[in-house]
């Protein structure tokens, strides 16, 4: 059965309504994907969505649920997409919806919590620690090496971006030590409020942080960087301590196959290096 044949014959029960419908139009690479899927193995009539749950995110659970769940992951999908001003492929929509699941204290049901309310940033506070994680010695490199091996096992797609605070050390001496820390966290939060659920930050050095991109190509992680500049300068201009605006130099880059992170970590450190003796406040490449 080709692609056209299964699209015509609907071959179970939702297909047209809760596949077909909300993904054909608006993301054809997720409907193509979700297609694929079906043709790749036939046998799937006894849960449809219990076998299309567990291709997407390995997670097992029963028909009944997996529908359920479904709904709810395109529901967050819409909603990431109208945060991030893009469109999400639907297995990244698919992780990110069980991973705030995952770490919710209590989890209530998507279809009565809006998107804002389950975030984790304005949960902050009712969500204490995901400071101290970012803090860590070597929560980089570890996070890193997982979503390495991740990205190798489902071939995804797996980006990073670093970037440090410019002039940093004129905060410090300007105003205090006490102060920097304070812009460090502020800006932390301003990065937890524009990446997805499913990014890492992890502390790497003094004021230099990095985020970890799943299933994110060097396209993606490109734009991220650019609207991640823009809003910690932006915001941060808000900031009483300081009377300037903070801006950040990045750099990113999609990791290949044979790549290991140490060395992925230290191209983007040295693509960071170069570019900010070229123009701080931008983003480079490697």
Request: hydrophobic share 35%; aromatic share 8%.
């Amino acid at each position: 059965m080709d692609i056209v044949d299964i699209e015509k014959e609907i071959p179970f029960p939702g297909f047209k309504a809760m596949i077909q419908e909300p993904l054909k139009n608006n993301d054809p690479i997720s409907f193509k994907r979700i297609k694929r899927i079906f043709i790749d193995v036939p046998a799937y009539n006894a849960g449809p969505f219990r076998y299309l749950v567990a291709r997407l995110t390995g997670k097992n659970l029963k028909e009944p649920e997996a529908r359920e769940r479904w709904n709810q992951i395109l529901k967050h999908k819409s909603a990431m997409e109208e945060k991030l001003g893009r469109i999400v492929g639907i297995q990244t929509a698919a992780a990110d919806f069980f991973d705030l699941m995952s770490n919710a204290k209590e989890y209530v049901k998507f279809s009565n919590q809006s998107y804002k309310d389950l975030d984790p940033v304005r949960n902050a506070r009712s969500r204490e620690g995901w400071i101290d994680r970012i803090y860590t010695p070597n929560y980089h490199i570890e996070k890193l090496k997982e979503e390495l091996l991740r990205s190798k096992r489902y071939k995804h797609a797996l980006s990073a971006l670093l970037f440090d605070i410019d002039a940093f050390h004129r905060i410090n001496k300007k105003y205090s030590y006490a102060t920097g820390d304070e812009v460090l966290k502020r800006i932390v939060t301003i990065v937890k409020r524009t990446v997805r659920t499913v990014d890492i930050i992890a502390r790497y050095s003094g004021d230099r942080f990095l985020v970890i991109l799943p299933n994110t190509n060097k396209r993606e992680a490109h734009e991220l960087a650019e609207r991640l500049g823009e809003n910690i300068k932006n915001r941060s201009s808000h900031m009483s301590e300081i009377a300037e605006s903070i801006s950040i130099t990045s750099s990113i880059g999609q990791c290949s196959e044979n790549e290991t992170s140490p060395g992925f970590v230290k191209n983007l450190e040295n693509a960071l290096e170069r570019g900010k003796k070229v123009k701080r406040g931008a983003v480079y490449a490697i």
